[in-house]
């Protein structure tokens, strides 16, 4: 069976290829490496043996795209592509609009053309906003988005959930992510983030290689059991496999399904710090800064429902993230540039 990931060569889709291969799935990887570097095919064949097919496309060029379908006996597609930095989408949210949205309307008639009727869309969290409690369910209200790249995600999901009631054959599976973090145990692929990190787990290993002199941490007044932000971290590679469990899904069911791909824990900026100094022995210097403007106390999910209908569970810890995260900066201290 042979699967497309659109913006295959960036961080979770390069750990999903890995994962898919590794399972037998032909993959096929479309990216315009806006945010990514071809070099990651390499590694995808160190690790897996295979170097995934690759097509430099934009995922918004209709033409680009019919010409590989009709090369490519597609079954199923994962879309990955699309720009993804809360902050810049504020600068220029006509761009990310265009960007992120014109992609899967492009994706979504030239897979009605080529009677591809799969398809599992990255979703994220930031579509549930500030929530009323956690943990989150699925059942959640959404919508309540507070800057533009939530609100391509959140359009995107009533877009591909509209295609699906409109199309019997469609099949839609929306995976809201969490925070992913970690990399691949051979620290061959990992996040290569472009400038100053935003997140904090690239942040923290880019502090810990001495690329970055302290971590800032956003406010420690917040009702949390230290007063630090609290996230649902998720090893990036159990998110790969959660993927490959949607799409044995996908291939059987009709409709639009969403799933959290999340632990169901809730761990706070000092607690990952500190988990961190344990798992690699090494120091990250911080201090307490401001809050950082759009940021919400408590944010992790309940993943029971993944568990009971895609039979998937995060398998890694806390440490195992901390660990891999740091094998992939010490190895590629400058990402891919390196
Ligand atoms: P990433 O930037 O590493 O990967 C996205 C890839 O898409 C990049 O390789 C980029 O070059 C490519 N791309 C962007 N626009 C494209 C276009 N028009 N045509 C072709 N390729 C294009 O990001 P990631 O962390 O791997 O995220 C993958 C998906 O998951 C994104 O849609 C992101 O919004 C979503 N997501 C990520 C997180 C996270 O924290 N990493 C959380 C929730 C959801
Ligand atoms: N943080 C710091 N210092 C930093 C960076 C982050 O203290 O330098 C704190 C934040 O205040 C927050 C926590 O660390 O409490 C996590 O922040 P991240 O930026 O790593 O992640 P967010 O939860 O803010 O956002 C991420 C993705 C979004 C996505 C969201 C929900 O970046 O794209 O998860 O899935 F929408």
Redesign the pocket.
């Known amino acids: 069976m042979k699967i497309l990931l659109t913006g295959g060569a960036g961080y979770i889709g390069s750990h999903t290829a890995v994962e898919l291969i590794g399972l037998g799935y032909d993959v096929v990887i479309v990216d315009n490496l806006r945010n990514s570097s071809e070099k990651v095919l390499d590694r995808i064949e160190m690790i897996s043996g295979k170097k995934p097919v690759f097509y430099k496309i934009d995922c918004c060029d209709r033409t680009a795209l019919e010409q590989m379908f009709s090369k490519e006996n597609i079954d199923a597609v994962i879309h990955f592509a699309g720009l993804?930095a809360?902050g810049e989408s504020c600068s220029i949210p006509i761009e990310y609009y265009r960007n992120n949205i014109d992609s899967t309307l492009a994706l979504l008639d030239v897979m009605k053309k080529n009677n591809v009727n799969n398809i599992i869309f990255s979703s994220?969290?930031?579509v549930y906003g500030a929530p009323d409690t956690v943990p989150i369910k699925e059942t959640a209200p959404v919508g309540r988005c507070t800057n533009p790249?939530?609100w391509t995600k959140y359009m995107n999901e009533v877009i591909l959930t509209d295609a699906a009631k409109a199309d019997p054959e469609l099949s839609v599976v929306l995976l809201r992510?969490?925070?992913p973090v970690g990399a691949h145990k051979s620290g061959f692929i990992g996040e290569s983030p472009s400038g100053i990190p935003?997140?904090?787990?690239p942040?923290i290993t880019q502090v810990a290689v001495g690329k970055l002199k302290q971590?800032?941490?956003?406010?420690n007044d917040y009702n949390t059991h230290d007063g630090?932000?609290v996230?649902d971290y998720i090893h990036v590679v159990d998110l790969a496999k959660g993927h490959a469990s949607a799409i044995e899904y996908a291939m059987k069911h009709k409709g639009t399904e969403v799933f959290n791909l999340g632990t169901s824990v809730g761990y706070s900026?000092l607690d990952i710090v500190k988990a961190f100094e344990e798992a690699t022995g090494v120091k990250v210097p911080y201090r307490i800064a401001e809050r950082?403007p759009g940021?919400i106390a408590e944010?992790y999910s309940d993943a029971q429902k993944s568990k009971e209908i895609l039979g998937w569970t995060a398998q890694y810890n806390l440490v195992d993230m901390c660990r891999d995260s740091w094998n992939w900066q010490r190895k590629n201290p400058n990402g891919y540039e390196g």
């Open positions: 993804k809360v994220s969290a930031t790249y939530g992510y969490f925070n935003n997140n904090l787990m942040y971590l800032s941490i956003f406010g630090t932000g996230r900026v950082r940021d944010c």
